[in-house]
């Protein structure tokens, strides 16, 4: 237990409306030619205006992606599209269109509540929430290890963040497991 906290259930049961599942399929290339391939990935939607929502992932998770569904809180799903990419920080924002969702599940999804990177302190609990290896939603807990560790976009090298000349992004670490399908 982490602080004395050993249950988690309430903050997911609260926070899991908002995550969502990502499937791509993408081709690959060898020397036997072209082949579908499959990835998973992990999102949380942080918008929603009159006709799509916004949902934020790693870049990773849909580059080069030929096609993307998404599977919300009540395991429905939606093609999604990109609607921007931003490489060097591994980040991309998705959309699928409200017209291709179920009233029923417009009903169980939520806008995720997002704080600010500022207000986290060393120490504080960590709950990863994703798609781990492509199997559908898990969580794990850890805590805040450190903030400001900055990646070198050049050769993904980790600093302490303390020379801010390289064009790089300062990241939170977390001891919470990430698994292959926790991206996003």
Sequence with gaps: AVAGVSDVSGIVENVMPSIVSITET???????GEYP??????????????????????NHVVSGAESI?????????????????DSTA???????????????????????????????KVGQMAIAIGNALGYGQSVTTGIVS?????MDS?????TDGSDDSSDGVNLIQTDAAINPGNSG
């Design 26 to 32: 993408s081709m690959q290339k060898s020397i036997f």
């Design 37 to 58: 391939s499959e990835g998973a990935g992990s999102g949380f939607i942080v918008k929603q205006d009159d006709k799509e929502l916004l949902i934020v992932t790693n």
């Design 69 to 85: 569904t998404v599977k919300f809180i009540d395991d429905t799903t939606a093609k999604a599209t990109v609607k921007g990419t």
């Design 90 to 120: 591994d980040l991309a924002v998705i959309t699928v269109k409200l017209s291709d969702l179920k009233e029923e599940t417009k009903g169980k999804i939520k806008i995720a509540t997002l704080g600010h990177s500022d207000d986290v």
């Design 146 to 150: 450190a903030k400001n560790r900055r």
């Design 154 to 158: 050049d050769n993904n090298t980790v």
